[in-house]
DNA sequence: TTGAAAGCGATACCAT
DNA sequence: ATGGTATCGCTTTCAA
């Protein structure tokens, strides 16, 4: 069996109620006593039996985090961030993949609710009726969409689009295509309104080719409709799709960037590992798990306080997918 | 606060002892009763608090995952496998990236070790006698290692070298390169050793170029030592070093596959997008993270026994990246 | 077949 | 500053 804190107080000499405060306010305790009690808790190699600790404290010491799907190079990247902050504050992590399907999403939370302390929903597929519903009193952080009144993280697409139409534009480009994601898809509606309001704003065509897969297959199937639009940049829903659209122009001998540029989003690390390499939009994939985090434990302290969403910045990666305007 | 097996006990009309059994061993308690506290149940949405449970059962319903990297691609299909095959056991997932830290692995390994039930440690990168020295008394599963006595999983290394060199030989190629993983990665160890065989075996000339960071960049690195090596061919150590490689050739001008075929390992989902394709040796990713917890699960209800380690199949992808040797 | 009661290990309150 | 003790929610003997 383990070693309870009963033994530590043994050997300490001690009761298990001074045990706990050596290790938990060591203020509270004599400096010759607490000591004793560490001595002894080095030598039996004790830790404290998170489970009884739960059980009273009504904390468990864990977060869960549910994302639609680990192989979408999106989301590793804000695992790691979230894994590294939650270890900085003790915490452990459950991480529940549910292969893009939402129902599963919503039976997931509810039990995966119980055994937590907060929730990190990343990227949630559910509709905006059922995530409000799923809520119980779990403290909840959204991480890649928002809704009325939930805490979440976002980033900003209509800044990224800025950067990227600038860009285009400074390269000559006029008439512009967007390959759009899930029409389900929160980020996908997210930065189609910010390009909506870029190029508007900007003087560029904006031709809106459709929604695809946020996969290479969606990619390949949208490209010989960019073709028929006439555009001389597109821009992709992510850089997946991105590159599905760069190998299809590849197949059919159209230049990529010189006939036509393309713009993806995320920065995956592919993305710089292609050719001709991928101008994109990085997300600070990392960075928004750790502030994913760090919006929970906020909340967890303070459960009446509705938290500080935060939209997090983004930049463009001009690299060799885009170029000058070809003249028509 | 959450509804408790007594609330349901009072509903029901019985007493907190006969719920339990209702609930966990059906077969003890009269129909009728049973009935009654499955209704209590469904109406008070109850559901035992795992850690109380835990406390008395002495398990928690939970199992852990080490992977050094999520980052890496080959992972994150691992976990993905790992995650559906606990869910079906009613296990939840713990998750712990490394970040290719040796040292956090073995922290990790003690610390995971006691909020679980078992653990699965995925490629571990500490040394075979660190590995020895932190297993507990928590049943641990390895999965692509492998170690003298411990349970693992792992992939036939010398069987997809075999398929590669046959495929190779085969186009006419004699001649072989070898690029390298890090000294200290097991499956590289485990794959040189296979290609030796296999070369030896088949009569071909093989180059052991050297070992580079199992990264895009490490690839990049060794392409001209591969050009240098007057090699035909190339058997990277997995595929993001087999995407480096054909990136340098492509900036060197050497055509893949006419001047130099390229085969890499893992069949990363990447490989099939780039362009030209590449040739791989398939792990079946999700499977060996199911087996890992099959294995692991075996090993929980039979602590006495080893347990039986498994070598899974891999299987060459032909893609574009291999051709006929050119006539020298 | 069911209930009463004793813990599991840690914490927090109340005394001292 | 320290110890005794009730308690968290559940499981599991032991009796009835």
Redesign the pocket.
């Known amino acids: 069996?383990?070693?309870?804190?009963?033994?530590?107080?043994r050997l300490a000499?001690?009761?298990?109620?001074?045990?706990?405060?050596?290790?938990?306010t060591p203020?509270?305790?004599?400096t010759?006593?607490?000591e004793r009690v560490r001595r002894a808790v080095d030598d039996l190699g004790?830790?404290?039996?998170?489970?009884?600790?739960g059980?009273?404290?009504?904390r468990t010491g864990n977060i869960g985090l549910v994302v639609p799907d680990l192989a979408n190079p999106f989301f590793p990247g804000v695992v790691k961030g979230i894994q590294a902050r939650a270890r900085e504050a003790d915490y452990s992590v459950f991480v529940a993949d549910t292969d893009e399907d939402p129902s599963a999403e919503a039976s997931l939370v509810r039990s995966l609710g119980k055994q937590v302390d907060g929730l990190v929903l990343c990227s949630p597929r559910m509709s905006e009726e059922d995530l409000r519903s799923v809520v119980g009193d779990t403290p909840l952080v959204l991480l890649n969409r928002r809704v009325d009144q939930m805490p979440a993280i976002t980033f900003d697409s209509l800044g990224g689009m800025r950067q990227a139409i600038a860009h285009l534009m400074a390269l000559g480009h006029r008439r512009i295509a967007y390959v759009g994601g899930p029409r389900t898809s929160w980020s996908n509606r997210d930065r189609l309104n910010g390009l909506r309001t870029v190029t508007a704003a900007a003087g560029a065509d904006l031709v809106e080719v459709g929604n695809v897969l946020p996969q290479f297959s969606g990619g390949v199937a949208a490209a010989d409709l960019v073709l028929a639009a006439e555009a001389t940049a597109v821009v992709a829903y992510n850089d997946v799709v991105a590159l599905g659209l760069i190998s299809r122009f590849a197949a059919r001998s159209i230049s990529v960037p010189d006939r036509l540029s393309v713009i993806g989003f995320d920065d995956i690390s592919m993305s710089a590992m292609v050719h001709p390499s991928l101008t994109t939009v990085a997300l600070p994939m990392e960075l928004s798990g750790r502030a994913g985090v760090d919006l929970l434990l906020q909340l967890m302290q303070h459960p009446d306080q509705s938290g500080t969403s935060r939209e997090l910045e983004t930049h463009l990666m001009v690299r060799g997918s885009t170029g000058p305007a070809p003249r028509i």
Chains 1, 2 share one sequence.
């Open positions: 069996m383990a070693v309870t804190i009963k033994d530590v107080a000499g001690v009761s298990p109620a001074t045990v706990c405060r050596a290790l938990s203020e509270r305790v004599k010759e006593t607490r004790y830790s404290p039996n998170r489970a009884a600790r059980l009273i404290t009504g």
